[in-house]
């Protein structure tokens, strides 16, 4: 998983020191969100300026994400600063930015909502500082970093929104597809109403236009693929780009260095001043120009400076070459003649827009056939001034540079290769990847190159191009040398499409490349924890929920509490789960099935959309159960020496109680659970579920602590009942009979009974603790939610484990005072044993993409187990 490139982004640096003005709110809007505040960012002389707030730019609003800063701004603003001050503040930016208190809005989705509308009262706000202005803007453009461009998008899904207040929106890392880790109802809702809003309303939205930017394989909090906007109607409105296919960029990014990454910054800010109307001084209300500026900046630059209707003939005098100084990178350099006589070119086409900036290098590449009235090609050239360019130009028939790879399959496991080897001639190859199109497969392509002579030559380019998405990456090699690259997806190819990727060697004359393509098995295992990493507590969960019911199967037929390590080992197996799953996922295929599926109102299998989405593969539910089974085993053994090291330190420090029966309900505990009850009721229910963990765990010790103490105790004896016997075998039989009877005075078979049973419950105690650990971690960001916003509101509204803990207090009190001996005789017991099966079907089936399921089929395995205290 963590195999990507370095980090290969700029620092962005402020000139002069940040400021931030805060925006006074509407009374109103104060009070109704008062954790939410805006911002105004500005730096030196421009702060100072904007304090009395007679603004005059463009406004544009930066919306932070996931436990996200508003300060996060300053390298939008700083640099957009400076470019305004590059035009002579001709036109310029006032960037904005909400406070969002630094909510995890990631994992706890019950404020999506309440940011949603405070953002939309936000732009009503800044909209009103530009009133009675001379080039007042009508709309504001939206930058939305992670869950702030989710927020951005969820605005159109409000009743009393105008569409019209949101011309242009930019995400970056933004999981638009769905949630990374779905730990509550309210969060996969939210994906629910905006995904479909934007697919049923498209109409709606073609005045708007969404660019998307994810950060590659460097971002292992949002994979890519989450952060492609789902297909829409209207494709000439949104773009989805990886930004190592940026132009000028070229480099992968984390979730927090795509705010910052300077030449992500710097297209972005060049994109902005490019959408100016020089008519309003505002963005332009044109989509195809905003969608023409996007594609410039974001998707194939032609290494020249942006033009809303470039020229297309040039007239050219006798002395061209040595009239432009301009500069190469920017200005037009190649024209294809149309209009000659013997001694001059008259009339040029210019075909600068046709090529395309690469690293190091610029390439066009002309179809001759697509100017047939074409009698040269004109390249311009400014004086040289100490600089050395290297023209190459070359004519080829396409068929005779493109050659077709076969990749290796994936069960290789590296051992084979792809081979093939190209005399370079000329310029460029192509390697066509024959049946490389799914998620899970991964590999590593070598190209080594060799040239005949020593000469100085310039870096080879190497692009994987993808041709259903814009996920393209970039290597720049010298010559000769050996390079590696990766070659892994982000999307899976879509059925629809046919095309196949390629590898383009942007190669140097008389050198030989050699290109060796190998399966990776590390980076196949990579794609599997980047696609389904957020499904591993459901794997782990599962695992433990069989081990648990084995362990109650075994207290059943034997009367002893297995190990947990020897009992996972025997019942968490996947053959018992996975085949289940395949068979109803296999069965939804036909129509007179998902009827049958549909009429008892039953979800739709978890796999079976995964499958739909192109996110599901042989063998992975295989894997991630495996990783589950080992992640639980290495999980227990930690639980089991925690338990042994707080108990030492018990024993260390405070005298071990002795072993006694607890009653399993009385006044205090009553009273207690209705308590606890009452706080999940009033204020957070994670809460209420955190306190009785931690009273569980205190209750798990000390059992572990007297169960120590009564072994020690057990072992002494035994070794002094053995020295007796040693001593007394010299003396008389009368003496040796009355000394055999000690151990039996010590260690009596009362109390040996009495101490299994404690060794029996302390095994089973700590099973439940384990599982119990699990649902703590999962409702901990509503927790968090809840702690950080305590100074303005007491209860979690909405909380979605209010339920669940009221539940499972009941429950957990009830058990943690209860032993394997009140159980064992219980007539449900063998129904307790036998549901934790179904129970870890259904948990696969339903809880891979709705991780907030775990919890419900764990507390009904506690309910049965808690029954059987009883019946």
Not at 126 to 144: C, H, N, Q, T, W
Not at 207 to 233: C, E, I, K, M, W
Not at 247 to 266: F, G, N
Not at 681 to 703: D, E, H, R
Request: charged share 15%; proline share 5%.
């Amino acid at each position: 998983m963590f195999l990507y490139e370095e980090n290969r982004c700029s620092m962005t640096y402020m000139y002069e020191y940040p400021e931030y003005l805060k925006i006074k709110l509407p009374k109103k809007t104060a009070r109704r969100y008062p954790a939410y505040e805006l911002y105004l960012y500005g730096e030196g002389n421009y702060a100072e300026e904007n304090k009395n707030l007679l603004l005059t730019g463009i406004p544009v609003l930066f919306l932070p994400g996931n436990a996200g800063s508003y300060k996060q701004v300053r390298s939008l603003g700083s640099i957009a600063l400076r470019k305004a001050e590059d035009v002579d503040f001709k036109y310029h930016f006032n960037f904005f930015s909400v406070n969002f208190n630094e909510e995890l809005v990631a994992l706890y989705g019950g404020s999506l909502q309440r940011q949603t509308k405070f953002v939309h009262e936000c732009i009503k706000v800044i909209l009103k500082l530009y009133k009675d202005r001379e080039f007042a803007p009508s709309s504001v453009a939206i930058v939305g970093h992670s869950m702030g461009g989710l927020v951005a998008r969820a605005l159109l899904t409000l009743k009393n929104f105008k569409p019209e207040l949101i011309n242009l929106l930019i995400t970056q890392a933004t999981p638009h597809v769905a949630p990374v880790m779905p730990l509550d109802k309210y969060l996969t809702d939210f994906y629910t109403a905006v995904n479909n809003h934007w697919i049923l309303k498209a109409q709606d939205l073609r005045n708007l236009t969404t660019l998307s930017v994810a950060g590659g394989f460097r971002d292992y909090q949002v994979r890519s693929g989450l952060a492609f906007l789902p297909r829409l109607s209207q494709h000439d409105s949104a773009l989805s780009v990886v930004s190592s296919a940026v132009p000028r960029a070229w480099a992968s990014t984390d979730h927090l260095s795509i705010v910052w990454c300077k030449e992500l910054i710097l297209a972005t800010i060049r994109a902005f001043f490019d959408l100016i109307d020089e008519n309003t001084r505002q963005i332009t209300e044109d989509p195809k120009k905003r969608m023409s500026v996007l594609n410039h900046h974001f998707v194939r630059h032609p290494a020249k400076m942006y033009e809303e209707n470039p020229e297309a003939f040039t007239h050219l005098t006798e002395n061209y070459t040595v009239m432009f100084t301009v500069k190469i990178d920017t200005s037009s350099w190649i024209y294809g003649c149309m209009n000659t006589n013997s001694s001059m070119c008259l009339e040029a086409a210019d075909l600068s827009w046709r090529a395309e900036l690469l690293p190091t290098t610029k390439v066009v590449m002309l179809k001759l056939l697509d100017y047939p009235s074409l009698s040269h090609i004109v390249i311009q050239v400014p004086p040289a001034v100490g600089n050395k360019y290297t023209l190459g130009c070359e004519f080829f028939t396409e068929d005779s540079r493109t050659v077709q790879l076969p990749v290796t399959h994936i069960f290789s496991f590296g051992f084979s290769s792809s081979k093939i080897l190209l005399n370079s001639t000329g310029l460029l190859y192509n390697v066509q990847l024959q049946h490389f199109n799914q998620i899970y497969q991964a590999f590593k392509i070598y190209i080594d190159s060799h040239c005949q002579s020593l000469k100085e030559r310039k870096p080879s380019v190497y692009r994987l191009h993808i041709p259903w998405s814009y996920e393209d990456s970039i290597t720049v090699a010298k010559v000769p040398s050996l390079a590696e690259i990766s070659a892994k997806l982000h999307i899976a190819q879509p059925h629809s499409d046919s095309s196949l990727p390629e590898l383009n060697i942007y190669s140097s004359p008389d050198c030989q490349y050699e290109v060796i393509l190998k399966t990776s098995l590390l980076q196949v295992l990579g794609q599997v924890v980047r696609f389904h990493a957020g499904a591993f507590p459901v794997y782990i969960v599962s695992n433990i929920l069989l081990t648990y019911g084995g362990q109650l199967s075994t207290l059943r037929s034997t009367g002893q509490c297995s190990d947990f390590s020897l009992q996972l080992v025997r019942t968490a197996k996947p053959y018992k789960v996975e085949p289940l799953i395949s068979i109803v996922v296999f069965l939804q295929g036909f129509n007179w099935f998902r009827e049958i599926w549909e009429s008892l109102s039953l979800p739709e299998v978890d796999a079976a959309v995964l499958s739909s989405q192109d996110a599901w593969f042989p063998l992975v539910s295989l894997i991630l159960f495996l990783f589950g089974t080992g992640i639980a085993y290495w999980s227990g053994v930690f639980f089991s020496t925690s338990l042994r090291l707080f108990s030492s330190l018990w024993l260390t420090l405070i005298r071990p109680p002795e072993l006694q029966k607890d009653k399993l309900i009385t006044p205090s505990r009553l009273c207690g659970m209705i308590s606890l009850a009452l706080v999940s009721w009033t204020t957070c229910g994670a809460f209420a579920v955190l306190i009785v963990y931690l009273q569980y765990l205190f209750k798990v010790v000390k059992l572990h602590v007297t169960v120590r103490a009564e072994q020690n105790t057990h072992n002494r004896d035994s070794g002094r009942s053995k020295e007796t016997s040693q001593n007394s075998s010299t003396h008389t039989v009368k003496a040796q009979s009355s000394v055999d009877s000690i151990p039996e005075a010590t260690q009596s078979p009362s109390n040996s009974k009495t101490s299994a049973e404690a060794a029996n419950s302390l095994k089973m105690h700590t099973t439940v603790l384990n599982l119990f650990t699990w649902i703590v971690l999962l409702n901990l960001p509503s927790l968090i939610y809840w702690l950080k916003n305590l100074r303005y509101n007491v209860r979690l509204d909405p909380d979605p484990c209010r339920t669940t803990a009221i539940i499972l207090v009941c429950i957990l009190e009830i058990l943690m005072n209860s032993s394997t001996s009140e159980v064992k005789s219980s007539k449900l017991l063998k129904i307790a044993a036998k549901v934790s099966l179904p129970l870890s079907v259904a948990m696969l089936a339903f809880g891979r993409m709705h991780l907030y399921r775990v919890p419900h089929f764990v507390t009904f395995s506690l309910l049965l187990h808690m029954l059987c205290c009883f019946v």
